[in-house]
C-alpha cells in the first residue's frame, strides 16, 4: 500500500513562492511517474504537471508551464513542486498522486494513489 504525504501548503501574496514536497512510501514508488493535481473550491481535479520515473521527462499544464517545476528525488522517494509567481488562481488544494505508469502522463485515470492534499492561498 503507497501512502502519499504532502506538504509545504500555505498563504503567499500574488508574484510570491512556494515550493510542495511529496513524499511517497513504497518499495516501487521510484518506478512510477509522479503527478500534482489541483482542485479549487467548486471546481473539478486538474492536472498541474508530471515527472517520469527517473525525472528525464517532465509535463505541464499551459497555465503554469514557465512559473512551476517539478522534480524529483529517488533516493529521498520524494517530489517537489516549486512554485513561482504565484497568481491568485492557482489557488486550490494541490494534490501529489501516483502513476500505474513509469512514463509521464496528464490523465487523472492513470493515477492510482493520491495523497490527502496540501491547501494553497494565493492573495492579490
Known amino acids: 500500500q503507497v501512502q502519499i504525504i504532502e506538504s509545504g501548503g500555505g498563504l503567499v501574496q500574488a508574484g510570491g513562492s512556494l515550493r510542495l514536497a511529496c513524499v511517497a512510501s513504497?518499495?516501487?514508488?521510484?518506478?512510477?511517474?509522479m503527478g500534482w493535481f489541483r482542485q479549487a473550491p467548486g471546481e473539478g481535479r486538474e492536472f498541474v504537471s508530471t515527472v517520469s520515473w527517473n525525472g528525464g521527462s517532465t509535463y505541464y499544464a499551459n497555465s503554469v508551464k514557465g512559473r512551476f517545476t517539478i522534480s524529483r528525488d529517488n533516493a529521498k522517494n520524494t517530489v517537489y513542486l516549486q512554485m513561482n509567481n504565484l497568481k491568485p488562481e492557482d489557488t486550490a488544494v494541490y494534490y501529489c498522486?501516483?502513476?500505474?505508469?513509469?512514463?509521464?502522463?496528464?490523465?487523472?485515470?492513470?493515477?492510482?494513489?493520491w495523497g490527502q492534499g496540501t491547501q494553497v492561498t494565493v492573495s492579490s
Open positions: 498522486a501516483m502513476s500505474r505508469f513509469s512514463r509521464v502522463t496528464d490523465s487523472r485515470n492513470e493515477y492510482d494513489a
Open positions: 513504497g518499495p516501487t514508488v521510484s518506478s512510477h511517474a
